[in-house]
């Protein structure tokens, strides 16, 4: 079986900086892509940032400047450095992987953490 497990969420006010970190564990041969995605209040979950295994990253449009993605493969973590926070920034926030489970090199299977709440106050 394979976890993902995020940190770094919290309270932070307007202009601040913030680092979220996940982190994935268990039965896990490598993994692929990892991204970040949000969800407002009230609002569907969208795709942040993306990084393939190469650290070819890619990033939407209404963040790209402030969001930073990057990886640690030995690891099997994935960061999201969040600068100049805006309060339209406040949502959970969910890291996805793409895991090849041990013994089983012909399966990609996606993982997703378990969310973390980021709330920026004026």
């Known amino acids: 079986q394979v976890q993902l497990v995020e940190s770094g969420g919290g309270l932070v006010q307007s202009g601040g900086s913030l680092r979220l970190s996940c982190t994935a564990s268990?039965?896990?041969?490598?993994?692929?892509?990892m991204g970040w995605y949000r969800q407002a209040p009230g609002r569907q979950r969208e795709l942040v940032a993306t990084?393939?295994?190469?650290?070819?990253?890619s990033v939407a449009d209404s963040v790209k400047g402030r969001f930073t993605i990057s990886r640690d493969n030995a690891q099997f973590t994935v960061a999201l450095k969040i600068n100049s926070l805006q309060t339209e920034a406040t949502a959970d926030y969910y890291c996805?992987?793409?895991?090849?489970?041990?013994?089983?090199?012909?399966?990609?299977?996606?993982?997703w953490g378990q969310g973390s709440l980021v709330t920026v106050s004026s």
């Open positions: 996805k992987e793409g895991v090849v489970p041990g013994g089983q090199k012909y399966r990609y299977l996606k993982y």
């Open positions: 268990g039965n896990i041969f490598t993994v692929g892509t």
């Open positions: 990084i393939t295994t190469d650290g070819s990253t």
